[in-house]
């Protein structure tokens, strides 16, 4: 069964204009994380936000938000005031528990495309 | 700090051959995981070493194995390549899960390797 589902293949927004990113997870356990990637077409998986499963304030970094809703085991990242530089593939991840391999499991990704 | 550094960057080989790639990780994490990244695909992943074991193993088989080294350091090996080990590599590094530890990966830019 799929564990992240992210339902938005490509997403087109102008600059300045904010953003939402899809992401929904599956998972039995309790103890859990959720973790907002971007990736530029240089490859590399730049870490943006991360929410805990019993955190209770939705997380904030600068213009990410994640907004969180435990209940409808969504996690959608929103991205305020958009730029140029935030074109890039976007993945949703999920850790369940916390014993064994640091183990993540990603969505098939959204690609973000920001039009000037 | 130095961050997760990942050789070579691109590879061309043929159906049957083998490779090698190398992923230092960054300076004062002691966990190295690999993730297999096909064309237009969410991460996937392979295995993960701690101090010089593994500790974890996604579905992947036999034929991909690897190391770590005391330097924490650490090597992916693919044996048999197939057309469909065509894909992006990624290493990624993190200090042990502790109380202050989300779980997030630091990942470098990957190794690119085109199976023909």
């Known amino acids: 069964a799929q564990k992240i589902t992210q339902t938005q293949p490509g997403m087109f927004v102008q600059e300045k204009e904010a953003v939402t990113l899809d992401c929904t997870y599956d998972?039995?356990?309790?103890?859990?994380?959720l973790f907002w990637y971007k990736q530029p077409s240089s490859g590399e998986m730049i870490f943006l936000i991360y929410?805990?499963?019993?955190?209770?304030q939705n997380a904030t970094e600068g213009r990410y938000s994640l907004n969180f809703q435990k209940a409808r085991k969504s996690a959608n990242l929103v991205i305020s005031a958009s730029q140029l530089g935030d074109s890039a593939m976007y993945f949703c991840a999920m850790r369940e528990g916390w014993g064994g391999a640091q183990k993540l499991v990603f969505g098939q990704g959204t690609r973000l495309t920001i039009n000037p | 700090e130095t961050g997760v550094t990942q050789s070579p960057t691109h590879l061309i080989k043929t159906r049957g051959q083998q490779v090698t790639l190398r992923c230092s990780s960054q300076?004062?994490?002691?966990?190295v995981s690999w993730y297999q990244q096909a064309l237009g695909q969410g991460p996937q992943f392979i295995f993960q070493y701690y101090r010089e074991e593994e500790n974890g193993r996604g579905n992947f088989p036999p034929r991909f194995s690897g190391l770590q080294f005391p330097n924490y350091s650490s090597e992916l090996n693919v044996n048999a390549l197939e057309l469909d080990d065509s894909a992006l590599y990624l290493c990624?590094?993190?200090?042990?899960?502790?109380?202050?530890?989300?779980?997030?990966?630091?990942f470098g830019e990957g190794s690119r390797l085109t199976v023909l």
């Open positions: 300076s004062g994490h002691n966990t």
């Open positions: 929410q805990g499963s019993y955190d209770e």
């Open positions: 998972t039995s356990d309790q103890s859990y994380g």
């Open positions: 990624a590094s993190s200090p042990s899960l502790g109380p202050a530890n989300t779980g997030e990966l630091f």
